[in-house]
């Protein structure tokens, strides 16, 4: 499969169907710019990804009907991990900054003093998490623990190997 566009490093642009939120989530992760929702008409979304520049990812073979469809990838898989693999070996994936974007509503992450998150994170996140991340959007706060080390051994397995930034 040819490479669609992207360079290493750069944070790719994917609007996303509605078949595909788990695929969504993990790109995501990646800290890349997802366009997605469960409720997202197919119009929508196709607007969405010719208007914004977006390459559309979709497994809804009536929208491949379209002669009109912006760039777009046919995800073959129902499996996250294939489809995660599918998508790394077409665009250039695993080098924009990991865990920088709102799981729930993409928005970037920011850096918040902790004083701000005290009373919406626990006791024990509070005493041992060295920073925070809050999405100004949804208001949902981040920090660096296990799961960051699970993810990354996740994306290891399915050979997407990402560079931790300091």
């Known amino acids: 499969m040819a490479v669609l566009e992207g360079t290493p490093g750069e944070v790719q642009r994917f609007a996303v169907d509605w078949m595909l939120g788990r695929l969504a989530r993990w790109l995501r992760i990646l800290g890349h ?79 918040v003093p902790r004083d701000r998150v005290r009373d919406r994170v626990p006791p024990y996140v509070w005493d041992t998490a060295p ?18 080390a699970h993810m990354l051994r996740e994306l290891a397995a399915i050979g997407i190997v990402h560079e931790e930034r300091a």
């Open 33 to 111: 710019d997802v366009a997605y929702g469960r409720h997202l008409r197919d119009r929508t979304l196709v607007d969405c990804a010719r208007g914004e520049g977006r390459l559309l990812l979709t497994r809804d073979t009536r929208l491949l009907r379209d002669p009109h469809l912006p760039r777009h990838l046919f995800i073959e898989s129902d499996h996250f991990r294939e489809q995660l693999r599918q998508v790394a070996a077409a665009v250039a994936l695993g080098k924009a900054p990991l865990l920088t974007r709102c799981l729930d509503c993409n928005r970037p992450l920011t850096e």
């Open 131 to 148: 920073r925070f991340l809050a999405c100004g959007r949804c208001g949902r706060v981040y920090w660096p623990a296990t799961h960051r």
